[in-house]
């Protein structure tokens, strides 16, 4: 089962912020938070992931608490083409159990 | 870089019916893993290759098979089709320890 609690949907504005969020509260300390996404029909797409400490590139931010039991995906500057299904995942990095264990992810709309 | 390929993109098979799926990783990549993914639902881990030996398996049934070639490529074969098996396979290539990189997928139709 995923070892994450995702909301079924959500949606923003184009040009805001989209802020995903994600619990994790079971998570261990070798276990690294990933997000990944998926757009209609294509194979999911890696976007970030971080340990514990809060990880930025060229297609989002990633804040994680620093309790580790929750994090939010920020999206800085939402587009139509960011419209997929989000997926908060954590895993360990490698070893017998570092397979990614997918839930049922957040789909998010960005409208115009 | 051609990144992951797979193929066929799209096949048509028949109940009780075989199916060989084929997967080229990304360039460098040396581990293939792959996902069944049944509409409406987040992917499934089916299982992992790595070294040309299946290192993890998720909750599939012996129906569900692998290989991994010296070149790192890689088959998932299906026997004994159930009209449960369609959905879109996906097959993703990483390095052992970094992130993993999806293919487009294959979608299979069972009827």
């Known amino acids: 089962d995923a070892k994450t609690t995702q909301p079924t949907s959500m949606d923003c504005a184009e040009g805001r912020a989209a802020n995903l969020p994600c619990n994790h509260s079971t998570i261990s300390g070798n276990e690294y938070v990933y997000w990944y996404r998926q757009i209609h029909s294509q194979g999911p797409q890696y976007i970030i992931h971080?340990?514990?400490n809060n990880e930025t590139n060229e297609m989002a931010s990633l804040i994680i608490t620093e309790d580790r039991k929750s994090s939010t995906l920020i999206l800085p500057h939402a587009t139509l083409r960011d419209t997929a299904v989000y997926y908060c995942?954590?895993?360990?990095?490698?070893?017998?159990?570092?397979?990614?264990?997918f839930g049922k992810g957040i789909t998010l709309s960005v409208r115009p | 870089d051609a990144g992951v390929t797979q193929s066929p993109t799209h096949l048509i098979k028949t109940r009780g019916q075989q199916v060989t799926l084929r997967c080229s990783p990304k360039s460098g990549h040396d581990t293939v893993s792959w996902y069944q993914q049944a509409l409406g639902q987040g992917p499934q881990f089916i299982f992992q290759?790595?070294?040309?030996?299946?290192?993890q398996r998720g909750n599939f049934p012996d129906r569900f098979s692998g290989h991994q070639f010296p070149n790192y490529s890689s088959e998932l074969n299906v026997n004994a089709l159930l009209l449960g098996d369609s959905a879109l396979y996906l097959c993703?290539?990483?390095?052992?320890?970094?992130?993993?990189?999806f293919g487009q997928g294959t979608r299979l139709t069972v009827v």
């Open positions: 993703a290539s990483s390095l052992w320890r970094a992130q993993a990189f």
């Open positions: 290759y790595y070294e040309e030996e299946e290192r």
């Open positions: 995942i954590v895993r360990v990095q490698a070893g017998a159990n570092s397979k990614l264990t």
């Open positions: 971080g340990l514990k």
